[in-house]
């Protein structure tokens, strides 16, 4: 089992929708990251969160610490948004990557 | 704004050759970072440096090694090439003191092995 599951893979909206992707961790963290990558490869932080939420225009981060899970929302989504999103947990000094979850927007 | 520079986006090299990546930050950052990235595996650290000099293996560092001569630069290379190791690579660094963990990447380069 990986340390840092997402889900759902791969993700197909339409504009407009609300989108949420999840990402469970079986380790202790002191903080967990949502990235974005776009095709072409390059990646940008999205948030940093150690606890609560956090919000960024249409974005909203939440973690809970409890049950070891934390959430990437997009609201009112757009064609945009279509892209890689990655979970990325830190413990310790190492930081170890989920998969990605491949999001699709179609107009 | 962080810039990490990638030297090339594109790479295609031969069985056996000796390849170099480099990357570049303009932030004076102490922490650098090269990790590969394939479908299914997510990314996965081959080496980071935290100082000119120095440097620790990460996860896969088997069949690389780097260089840094300058804090600005960090070279990935492969002394003899491989089809395994056809991969897309990604530079990142970050600042050692005030480390909010915020990671700052390069745009990749993908680098195919014949």
Known sequence: KNEVEQSPQNLTAQEGEFITINCSYSVGISALHWLQQHPGGGIVS???LSSGKKKHGRLIATINIQEKHSSLHITASHPRDSAVYICAVKSGSRLTFGEGTQLTVNP | DVKV???SRYLVKRTGEKVFLECVQDMDHEN????????GLGLRL???SYDVKMKEKGD?????????????????????ASTNQTSMYLCASNPLWG?????????GSRLTVL
């Open chain 2, 99 to 107: 480390n909010t963990g915020e990671l700052f990447f390069g745009e």
């Open chain 2, 32 to 39: 650098m970072f090269w990790y590969r990235q394939d479908p």
């Open chain 2, 46 to 48: 081959i080496y980071f």
């Open chain 1, 46 to 48: 999205l948030f940093m």
């Open chain 2, 60 to 80: 896969i560092p088997e069949g690389y090694s780097v260089s840094r001569e300058k804090k600005e630069r960090f070279s990935l290379i492969l002394e003899s």
């Open chain 2, 5 to 7: 520079t990638q030297s």
